[in-house]
């Protein structure tokens, strides 16, 4: 009934934007279940990819119409579950939004479609000194609209800030299907910041389809080193010591154990015997800045202990150093069939202590655990490994998760630190916020729409079926 359902409705989409850019079927319902946050899954009916602003509103209309959720997406790397059609429904995917419209080198800004690379976009102002400065790991394939819904961050955000203050205005397509403008070319415009509540919002207000975005002058120098530690606390205490001295790093990234021996494992990194945790830390600006933070950062990782520490002398030699950062993720299939990525935020000088905590919850839930985070803000990601298949493993997963986040509140941190709240996180806010908050938090949702139909089930879910999808999903259903 359903496949007969889905057909049906793949035919009505294909005669409203054509059928090559509506995609139904088996393969299809498999492939657009899940995002990167793989223990939750719901098929969609169909898979709509639009390529302009109009075709977007035509199929948000169309699904009003028809009472159908929607849910938009973008690469699908996001890690709490935003993208998953949670009720079901249509996914809008800007998978063929993928243009970049105007380059203004003279005013650092371009205007791009919401399905564009991040990396893209910095590869194509590369040419006048300029790049996008928001660089999440993902960022290869992960989009500029994915980008913007979860307000990501990245190794650089410690120095350049998250996506929100590159962003100077945009295009989108609201919960009914209108077409609506935030923003624009200049900062800073009068009225009500609607800009910033849209956001990190997950794609729960609507549909961006282009961008306004703000270039960064690429910097003149860039000194990158790689220090190895006994320990993960050796390597935290280096983190508080750093931004005690003043200094600010462009990136300050931390590895621990874990993490090294899948990366061994898979791209034979060479890692001196005895290291419990690496740290992967950038200085950049004017030449002789960014070699004077070098220097004071080597002393401080030297006092607090490192058994080693390279610098890079050229981009080869950089990019060197950045595999363990930039492939652990990858590498952890080497350690199980099932990764769960965890994010939660906690001052950095509360680091060592919450790192045992990780370690002691993923023993108690009998999965693994390996860390590899952005340190300096004290955004964690512990990223537990396990067979989902084993029964029971999903359930401890998510229970250990929850078990962190509350430590991370208790530490004066935060639910979230770059991943949002997805469905993950949906239930954990009431633990963050009180009644009165949520309930405004609900009220600014409401300008923009009171429909259930958009995004269902994500940030604060109060659609009908939220609560089945839940049960469902966690395998405890009948
Ligand atoms: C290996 C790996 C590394 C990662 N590293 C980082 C990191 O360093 N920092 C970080 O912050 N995140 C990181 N992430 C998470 C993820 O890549 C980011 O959240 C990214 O911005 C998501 O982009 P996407 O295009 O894949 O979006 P999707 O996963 O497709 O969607 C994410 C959310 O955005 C919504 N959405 C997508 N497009 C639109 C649109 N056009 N309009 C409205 N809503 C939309 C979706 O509904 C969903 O809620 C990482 C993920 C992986 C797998």
């Known amino acids: 009934v359903e496949d007969k359902r889905s ?50 509103a035509k199929v948000v209309r169309w ?18 579950g935003g993208a998953m059609p949670a009720l079901g429904g249509v996914v809008i995917s800007t998978k063929k939004l993928t243009k970049i419209l ?39 394939v992960a989009t500029l609209g994915g980008n913007i819904a979860e307000n990501s961050g990245g190794p650089h955000t410690l120095k350049y800030g998250v996506t929100a203050p590159h962003i100077l205005g945009l295009t989108f397509v609201d919960a009914k299907g209108d077409i609506q403008y935030l923003g624009g070319k200049v900062p800073g415009l009068p009225g009500y910041d609607l800009l910033s509540l849209m956001i990190g919002s997950e794609g729960t207000l609507g549909i961006v389809t282009e ?20 320990s993960p606390a050796e390597a935290c205490r280096t983190v508080s010591a750093i931004i005690r001295a003043g ?32 740290l992967l830390i950038e200085t950049d600006g004017d030449p002789a800045t960014a070699a004077q933070e070098r220097d004071q950062i080597l002393a401080i990782c030297q006092e607090q202990g490192a058994l080693k520490v390279e610098l890079a002398a050229n981009a080869e030699e950089r990019a060197k150093l950045w595999t363990a ?10 350690l199980a069939p099932t990764i769960v990525t965890h994010d939660g935020v906690i001052p950095p000088s509360r680091l060592p202590e919450m790192l045992e905590e990780v370690y002691r919850v993923a023993d108690e839930a009998g999965v693994g655990v390996a860390n590899l985070f952005h340190a300096g803000d004290g955004n964690l990601h512990p990223i537990f490994y396990f067979d989902s298949r084993e029964p029971g493993k999903i359930e401890a997963v998510v229970e250990a998760g929850e078990k962190i986040i509350r430590r991370c509140l208790e530490l004066g941190g935060s639910v979230t630190g770059e ?6 996180k949906a239930g954990l806010l ?11 938090q609900k009220k600014g949702r409401e300008i923009f729409h009171e429909s259930e139909l958009c995004n269902p089930c994500k940030i604060i879910p109060d659609a009908r079926g939220c609560t089945e999808h839940k049960v469902r999903w966690r395998g405890a259903a009948t």
């Open 211 to 230: 961008a306004w975005i703000k270039l960064t002058p690429l910097p003149e120098a860039t000194e990158t080193l790689l220090a190895s530690f006994p």
């Open 7 to 56: 057909q049906e409705l793949a035919q009505s989409l294909g005669e409203l934007i054509g059928p090559q850019k509506v995609l139904a079927g088996p393969t299809t319902k498999t492939n657009y279940a899940n995002d990167a946050y793989t223990v939750d899954h719901f098929p969609p009916l169909a898979v709509t990819l639009p390529e302009t602003t109009e075709e977007v």
């Open 325 to 334: 950062r930039k492939k652990g993720v990858g590498a952890m299939g080497r």
């Open 430 to 440: 009431e633990m963050m916020f009180d009644s009165p908050s949520l309930v405004l």
């Open 63 to 80: 699904c009003n119409h028809h009472q159908i959720p929607f849910t938009p997406r973008g690469a699908g790397t996001g890690l709490s």
């Open 102 to 140: 105007f380059i203004e080198p003279e005013n650092s800004c371009l205007l791009a479609q919401a399905g564009v690379a991040n990396l893209k976009l910095s590869q194509a102002v590369a040419q006048w000194g300029l790049h996008f400065a928001p660089d999440p790991s993902s960022q290869s």
């Open 419 to 424: 991943h949002g709240v997805g469905v993950e």
């Open 247 to 278: 200094i600010l790093p462009a990136a300050l990234e931390m590895m621990d154990a874990n993490i090294l021996v899948a990366v061994k494992a898979a791209f034979s990194l060479d890692v001196i015997e005895g290291t419990g945790a690496m």
